[in-house]
């Protein structure tokens, strides 16, 4: 079991930057794909951002890439979203998410492929 709890969510001006960052407790973190995923209201859950276990390799979507990047500090368990040039339409809940070793490689951009889950945090981008 793995439990995991975003933070670093808010309220942010079009153009600026958030950094979100995600605790993982329980089973063995580096172990883990890690990825990111956001829900806005009235909409699906949308891939944003994936890690693979040791960190060496990573994968975002064109709608985020070259403004979000991912990244892991397996020493303290923590994965985070670093997001910049904000746009309205980044507001969602942002969910951070663990899968297999195997997620990133099969699947990395599918809610299903992934095992656990946080609450979530509200990043709020104002025009």
């Known amino acids: 079991q793995v439990q995991l709890v975003e933070s670093g969510g808010g309220l942010v001006q079009a153009g600026g930057s958030l950094r979100l960052s995600c605790a993982a407790s329980?089973?063995?973190?580096?172990?883990?794909?890690m990825g990111w995923f956001r829900q806005a209201p009235g909409k699906e859950r949308e891939f944003v951002a994936a890690i693979s276990w040791g960190g060496d390799s990573t994968y975002l979507p064109d709608s985020v890439k070259g403004r979000f990047t991912i990244s892991r500090d397996n020493a303290k368990n923590t994965v985070y979203l670093q997001m910049s040039s904000l746009k309205p339409e980044d507001t969602a809940v942002y969910y951070c998410?663990?899968?297999?070793?195997?997620?990133?490689?099969?699947?990395?951009?599918?809610?299903?492929?992934?095992?656990?889950w946080g609450q979530g945090t509200q990043v709020t981008v104002s025009s």
């Open positions: 329980g089973r063995t973190f580096s172990g883990y794909t």
């Open positions: 998410a663990a899968g297999s070793s195997l997620t990133y490689y099969r699947g990395r951009n599918s809610a299903s492929r992934y095992d656990y």
